[in-house]
């Protein structure tokens, strides 16, 4: 239906993949990491050698229009964007994708589509740009019938209001889409995902998705003053207020909903002008903990950095920084106001404190790029990249994924350690070689940090998503006990739930049915993702 198409296997468009240069880079360092002479390679999937199901439904005429069945719509809304959904797609396995896929253009498409699952009791999945990691938009396997509803027709910025400084943006706008639109007029959301070039407003809305600042407003709920959600009782619309303290606020419970209790269809979000001001540094220590103890003393000191990713040494190393036993701390100040040096100078004394050697520092005013050189470049380069990597090593039988948490300063060094040395022993005895396990800090608070950890592994090609299981599960289970969250913000979908549900208050959950109850009564919006339905896990 789109001119230029996403793969339905991987990261971008199609034909959008690693170049020559990077593939060799890739083979040239994990070759012989995992010890072996070559990779044996597996090539993508085409359509046409997919064995798909036939649909199970046919579309009413009069949503003939914005309904499709073709093969490869039903491919590409079939998974997300997690290592199980990689692995599946090269093994060729897509036994369970939605039967019809729509792409709405406004409200009253959507309350049509949302009646028809209704008459027919046909399960619906929202989805934006598909890039869940935790199994957010996969139809469940015991699902009868699914429409996929696809927001990526509703992308619009509807209004601006400059005096409030906050635009009207339709929930299908992916990162790119809403800031072109935005910039004319010198605004930004500044909210920059990883996923930035293909996730969507509505997406971010429905996983409390975590962007660009490593402070203060790190996640979009911050960002975020009104939301329109359709469910299929109708509409809802929270008050646009810059705070309320009116009781419980109904826009605290769309957020972070996943797609159970309605569609976004537009929100009022915070924007801001584009910063002219940046002051930034990248830090090296030579231990790791002390250096997450300069990052809690720079938290503390009320000094709020944009950015302030702090990379352990196996991170650095896998970014191009240090010898394999140095920590690198890369800090931003930004502003579209005031020059921030004096923040970065009494920041960069606070490292100093803890062992801190500045290895670059640059202050600039207007649209300068000394921030995108030096060490805090090269690991902004490679962090761009990573996604194209996923299905290159994919296709090797590397299996590669991340995972993240926020826990308390208290218990971040145990958890640091432990869920390293798990996650490791798990490689070593699922895969019978030694694995990668690294770790960043991406967001920093007065009272914990975020802490994002990746792993690889090398699997056996017929096994990788049971042995990914394997691993990820001993990782998280010591993620939380450890005192982590589940998640800090890649949400939770069907993948986290068994955390998830440890996490939840019973009570909390029993509210949550409730609601669902009330706004989605015969339990048809992305079942199983946050809650069961009634009769049982999954059951429809
Ligand atoms: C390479 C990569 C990097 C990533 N980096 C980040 C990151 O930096 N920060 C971060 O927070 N996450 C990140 N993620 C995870 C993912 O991008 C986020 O969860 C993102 O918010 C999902 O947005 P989406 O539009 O792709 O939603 P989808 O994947 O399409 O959907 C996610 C969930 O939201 C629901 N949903 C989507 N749109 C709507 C809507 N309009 N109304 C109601 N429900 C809806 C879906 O049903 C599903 O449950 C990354 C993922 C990848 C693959």
């Given at each position: 239906?789109?001119?230029?198409?996403?793969?339905?296997w991987?990261?971008?468009?199609?034909?959008?993949?690693?170049?020559?240069?990077?593939?060799?880079?890739?083979?040239?360092?994990w070759?012989?990491?995992?010890?072996?002479?070559?990779f044996?390679?597996t090539?993508?999937?085409?359509?046409?050698?997919v064995?798909?199901?036939?649909?199970?439904?046919?579309?009413?005429?009069?949503?003939?229009?914005?309904?499709?069945?073709?093969?490869?719509?039903?491919?590409?809304?079939?998974?997300?964007?997690s290592?199980?959904?990689?692995?599946?797609?090269?093994?060729?396995?897509?036994?369970?994708?939605?039967?019809?896929?729509?792409?709405?253009?406004?409200?009253?498409?959507?309350t049509?589509?949302?009646?028809?699952?209704?008459?027919?009791?046909?399960?619906?999945?929202?989805?934006?740009?598909?890039?869940?990691?935790v199994?957010?938009?996969?139809?469940?396997?015991?699902?009868?019938?699914?429409?996929?509803?696809?927001?990526?027709?509703?992308?619009?910025?509807?209004?601006?209001?400059?005096?409030?400084?906050?635009?009207?943006?339709?929930?299908?706008?992916?990162?790119?889409?809403?800031?072109?639109?935005?910039?004319?007029?010198?605004?930004?959301?500044r909210?920059?995902?990883?996923s930035?070039?293909?996730?969507?407003?509505g997406?971010?809305?429905?996983?409390?998705?975590?962007?660009?600042?490593?402070?203060?407003?790190?996640?979009i709920d911050?960002?975020?003053?009104?939301?329109?959600?359709?469910?299929?009782?109708?509409?809802?619309?929270?008050?646009?207020?810059?705070?309320?303290?009116a009781?419980?606020?109904?826009?605290?419970?769309?957020?972070?909903?996943?797609?159970?209790?309605?569609?976004?269809?537009?929100?009022?979000?915070?924007?801001?002008?584009?910063?002219?001001f940046r002051?930034?540094?990248?830090?090296?220590?030579?231990?790791f903990?002390k250096?997450?103890?300069?990052?809690?003393?720079?938290?503390?000191?009320?000094?709020?950095?944009?950015?302030?990713?702090?990379?352990?040494?196996?991170?650095?190393?896998?970014?191009?920084?240090?010898?394999?036993?140095?920590?690198?701390l890369?800090?931003?100040?930004?502003?579209?106001d005031?020059?921030?040096?004096?923040?970065?100078?009494?920041?960069?004394?606070?490292?100093?404190?803890?062992?801190?050697?500045?290895?670059?520092?640059?202050?600039?005013?207007?649209?300068?790029?000394?921030?995108?050189?030096?060490?805090?470049?090269?690991?902004?380069?490679?962090?761009?990249?990573?996604?194209?990597?996923?299905?290159?090593?994919?296709?090797?039988?590397?299996?590669?994924?991340?995972?993240?948490?926020?826990?308390?300063?208290?218990?971040?060094?145990?958890?640091?350690?432990?869920?390293?040395?798990?996650?490791?022993?798990a490689?070593?005895?699922?895969?019978?070689?030694?694995?990668?396990?690294?770790?960043?800090?991406?967001?920093?608070?007065?009272?914990?940090?975020?802490?994002?950890?990746?792993?690889?592994?090398?699997?056996?090609?017929e096994a990788l998503?049971?042995?990914?299981?394997?691993?990820?599960?001993?990782?998280?289970?010591?993620?939380t006990?450890h005192g982590?969250?589940?998640?800090?913000?890649?949400?939770?979908?069907?993948?986290?739930?068994?955390?998830?549900d440890?996490?939840?208050?019973?009570?909390?959950?029993?509210?949550?049915?409730?609601?669902?109850?009330?706004?989605?009564?015969?339990?048809?919006?992305?079942?199983?993702?946050?809650?069961?339905?009634?009769?049982?896990?999954?059951?429809?």
């Open positions: 239906m789109s001119p230029r198409r996403r793969k339905f991987g990261w971008g468009y199609e034909g959008d993949i690693l170049s020559e240069e990077e593939l060799n880079w890739l083979e040239g360092t070759a012989p990491f995992f010890g072996i002479e070559q044996e390679v090539p993508p999937p085409t359509v046409e050698e064995d798909l199901p036939p649909p199970r439904l046919s579309v009413p005429s009069q949503l003939a229009a914005i309904c499709t069945t073709e093969p490869y719509e039903r491919l590409r809304h079939a998974y997300g964007a290592f199980p959904d990689s692995a599946r797609a090269f093994a060729r396995d897509f036994s369970h994708p939605p039967d019809v896929v729509a792409y709405p253009r406004d409200v009253q498409e959507i049509a589509l949302l009646d028809w699952c209704y008459a027919q009791d046909i399960v619906a999945i929202p989805f934006g740009g598909g890039t869940s990691v199994g957010g938009v996969e139809p469940p396997p015991v699902a009868e019938r699914v429409l996929t509803i696809d927001l990526t027709r509703m992308q619009r910025v509807l209004a601006i209001d400059e005096a409030s400084q906050v635009a009207l943006i339709e929930a299908g706008a992916a990162g790119p889409v809403l800031e072109e639109q935005l910039r004319p007029g010198g605004w930004t959301l909210f920059f995902p990883q930035f070039e293909f996730s969507t407003l997406g971010w809305i429905a996983t409390r998705a975590g962007g660009h600042f490593a402070t203060l407003a790190t996640h911050d960002l975020v003053e009104s939301v329109e959600l359709v469910t299929p009782r109708g509409l809802i619309v929270s008050p646009r207020f810059p705070a309320s303290g009781g419980p606020d109904p826009l605290r419970l769309w957020l972070g909903s996943e797609g159970i209790f309605g569609l976004i269809t537009r929100a009022w979000v915070r924007i801001v002008r584009r910063p002219r002051a930034s540094a990248s830090v090296r220590f030579e231990e903990e250096a997450s103890e300069a990052v809690r003393a720079i938290a503390q000191a009320g000094l709020y950095p944009a950015n302030c990713r702090l990379l352990d040494p196996w991170e650095s190393l896998g970014s191009g920084l240090g010898n394999g036993t140095q920590a690198f890369v800090l931003t100040f930004e502003s579209a005031h020059a921030l040096d004096p923040w970065l100078r009494r920041a960069l004394e606070l490292c100093a404190d803890y062992g801190g050697v500045v290895e670059s520092q640059a202050s600039e005013s207007g649209q300068g790029e000394s921030h995108r050189q030096g060490s805090a470049g090269r690991w902004r380069q490679r962090f761009l990249r990573m996604p194209w990597y996923r299905e290159a090593m994919t296709a090797r039988g590397i299996i590669s994924d991340t995972f993240e948490t926020a826990v308390t300063w208290e218990r971040f060094p145990r958890l640091y350690e432990q869920v390293r040395l798990t996650t490791a022993q490689i070593r005895e699922v895969t019978g070689k030694a694995g990668w396990v690294s770790c960043r800090l991406t967001h920093v608070y007065p009272d914990g940090a975020a802490a994002y950890f990746t792993f690889c592994a090398l699997g056996k090609k998503v049971p042995q990914f299981w394997e691993i990820k599960r001993a990782a998280l289970n010591a993620v006990e982590g969250t589940i998640t800090h913000h890649h949400a939770v979908g069907r993948d986290h739930r068994p955390w998830y440890r996490e939840r208050p019973m009570l909390f959950a029993e509210a949550l049915r409730a609601t669902k109850q009330t706004l989605d009564p015969r339990w048809l919006l992305n079942p199983g993702v946050l809650l069961d339905p009634p009769s049982g896990p999954g059951v429809i």
